[in-house]
């Protein structure tokens, strides 16, 4: 199964910040990469599919970019409503397997 | 409205088995794939298994063999999974999420609590 390592596990910041996350893959999945936003008590939420497109509905100020295994997400002026965990996820190959998630707090 | 909409909270006692539905509506059922997904309490998230729904093929992840079922009822536009002998370490909120193509997890239900507990 391909592994993807998120960083941080956890990062605080203030509303307003510009944030990235990133995610690495054991190996290379091309731009098959999912990130996905949870609050607590949902169910998660995608944001983008194929590394970088955003899904319908949700804010430009998330983006996303990267291949092979080196991944990023970034949001841009965060907003009270981002404060939330995110994980990515490969669907490069069977498993589709996720991160271990990164939480961003208030600070 | 495409949706997931799952079965209500279970409260099991640890050997028992649980069974939870999922039912799809505003879409072919039988087009996507359809994914389970766990998270424990404070975790992340742990894939299951899938079913195609269209061939009831079904495809476990290792820690869950022979413990968990995948079936589906097309007449209905319901998924199931089965997870039998459980433990405290089950205790979890267990997600059915449709596979859009080989994009993303698109619709995912709102989950289902299942708590194991003597």
């Known amino acids: 199964d391909i592994q993807l390592t998120q960083s941080p596990s956890f990062l605080s910041a203030f509303i307003g910040d510009t944030v990235t996350i990133t995610c690495r893959a054991s190996q290379g999945i091309s731009s098959y990469l999912a990130w996905y936003q949870q609050k607590p008590g949902k169910a998660p939420k995608l944001l983008i599919y194929g590394a970088s497109t955003l899904q319908s509905g949700v804010p430009p100020r998330f983006s996303g970019s990267g291949s092979g295994t080196e991944f990023t997400l970034t949001i841009s002026s965060l907003q009270p409503e981002d404060f939330a965990t995110y994980y990515c996820q490969q669907l490069n190959s069977f498993p589709q397997t996720f991160g271990q998630g990164t939480k961003v707090e208030i600070k | 409205q495409v949706q997931l909409v799952q079965s209500g909270a279970e409260v099991k006692k640890p050997g028992a088995s649980v069974k939870v539905s999922c039912k799809a509506s505003?879409?072919?059922?039988?087009?996507?794939?359809m994914y389970w997904v766990r998270q424990a309490p404070r975790q992340g998230l742990e894939w299951m298994g899938r079913l195609n729904p269209n061939s009831g093929v079904t495809n476990y992840a290792q820690n869950f063999q022979g413990r968990v079922t995948l079936t589906r009822d097309t007449s209905i536009r319901t998924a199931y999974i089965e997870l039998s002998n459980l433990r405290s370490d089950d205790t979890a909120v267990y997600y059915c999420a449709r596979l859009r193509g080989a994009d993303a997890f698109d619709i995912w239900g709102q989950g289902t609590v299942v708590t194991v507990s003597s």
């Open positions: 505003g879409y072919t059922f039988n087009d996507y794939y």
